[in-house]
């Protein structure tokens, strides 16, 4: 097949308006990172360099391709980066900066221009934009980055050692009674629950307390609702009389519990998210519309505490919850396949009461295997989440006294009832297929 006929094959009946279609692609993708150099002072390559250089990636792949020489496409790249250093060497008189971002970033346009004769356009595009939000947010960014301590760093090398290192090697097959036991997907399990909660701890971290207690309940709740419930209701009895910022972090923490399990639901068993979600929602509702008018009628504030809460990715936290997940998915596979829902619901009380994840994602795995049906897994879930709420409300009340349990009874209660009336509905009517 030569070049016209592989060029026919490609674009259809009218290969000329494929062929200005794709240039016209990577000219503009040139142009959107380009756009941002431009607003560099005296920039090495702009506006006109990139769009060029978009450019020149397509047509340097769609020669590569003509002419079966692919290794004009190395040379492209080195040549559009070798003239880029050159310039950088020829301005460094006026520029204390070498600017090898630029470097780097006109290298990345040319690729993505060749990526787009290559018929990866849907690829390139996106990637051009996550390429122009990484040079247009450098302050932004490197902020980020200052506010990151060791114990930070550390704490993202240990996540990377969770899911690039171990996960990887864990054998991915069943073991123990009904093959409940599959070692890399509990460990993929221990990555997910770790990076969520890691995602909410280094923003804790970044955003601090000056932001508000709003913010601070979000995503103290994020990395633990547990821990950030014990922090805030401990501050409350300090206090005294006034627990309306504690009651405020709580209910804040205490709502983002369904959010974690929509994304874990999405995550690991997405077709189950569409009867789940009006449980979720209904749980999360009344201690979200509490938190509104707890906010509403606070006065001035000083900032809030730091929640006393963990790093989630350390070894210790992260074979813990792999021991408990591992430990609760044996026991919830026995007893639904021995005794059946009634067990695999108590289970769901009892173990709710201390962690939701670990039966949650029980509940979803065992949908996954066909042991049990859509609606099982959702009363699971919501039985778990239930238990949970109503000891965090008697720890909060036990912990932070009366005046915080006046303040949250209703959140809480109103949660607590929610939850109960669309399981009654659930198993009257079905929510899940």
Request: neutral net charge.
């Amino acid at each position: 097949m030569d070049f016209s006929e592989l060029i026919q094959l490609r674009f259809g009946a009218n290969p000329e308006a494929g062929l200005l279609r794709t240039f016209a692609i990577a000219l503009a993708i040139g142009l959107l990172i380009g756009l941002e150099r431009e607003r560099h002072a005296e920039p090495v390559a702009g506006l006109r360099t990139f769009g060029l250089t978009g450019l020149l990636g397509a047509v340097c792949a769609m020669l590569a391709e003509m002419y079966a020489f692919p290794w004009l496409l190395a040379a492209g790249v080195l040549a559009v980066g070798g003239m880029t250093v050159t310039a950088h060497i020829h301005d460094r008189a006026a520029r204390a900066d070498p600017d090898t971002t630029t470097t780097v970033a006109i290298m990345l346009c040319f690729g993505l221009g060749a990526l787009v004769w290559g018929g990866y356009a849907e690829i390139a595009a996106p990637l051009a934009i996550v390429v122009t939000s990484l040079l247009y947010f450098k302050p932004e960014l490197k902020g980020i980055t200052e506010g990151l301590g060791r114990r930070d760093l550390v704490s993202i090398l240990q996540f990377g050692v969770l899911s690039l290192i171990i996960l990887p090697v864990v054998p991915d097959r069943g073991y123990g009674p009904y093959g409940a036991l599959n070692p890399h997907r509990i460990w993929l399990m221990v990555v997910l629950i770790s990076g969520v909660s890691l995602a909410g701890y280094l923003a804790l971290r970044m955003v601090g307390p000056k932001h508000g207690a709003a913010l601070v309940g979000l995503l103290g709740g994020l990395v633990s609702s547990t821990a950030t419930t014990l922090t805030y209701s401990r501050e409350a009895r300090e206090s005294g009389s006034d627990t309306r910022l504690s009651a405020l972090v709580i209910l804040l923490a205490c709502s983002v519990v369904f959010g974690r399990l929509a994304v874990l639901c999405a995550v690991t068993a997405p077709a189950l998210l569409t009867g789940l979600w009006p449980l979720l929602l209904a749980g999360a509702l009344p201690l979200l519309g509490a938190a509104a008018l707890t906010w509403k009628h606070m006065g001035e504030q000083g900032p809030p505490s730091m929640p006393e809460v963990g790093n989630p990715t350390e070894l210790r936290t992260s074979l813990s919850f792999g021991a408990l997940y591992a430990l609760v998915l044996v026991l919830a596979a026995i007893l639904s396949n021995e005794v059946g829902a009634g067990g695999l619901y108590a289970l769901a009380a009892v173990s709710g009461m201390t962690d939701v994840d670990a039966i949650a994602l029980s509940g979803m795995q065992l949908l996954g295997l066909d042991q049990i049906g859509g609606d099982e897994a959702i009363t699971v879930i919501g039985l778990a989440v239930l238990s949970n709420t109503v000891v965090k409300a008697a720890t909060a009340v036990a912990v932070g006294g009366r005046a915080l349990g006046r303040r949250i009874t209703a959140g809480f209660g109103g949660s607590a009832l929610a939850i109960v009336a669309t399981l009654l509905w659930v198993q009257a009517n079905g929510a899940a297929s």
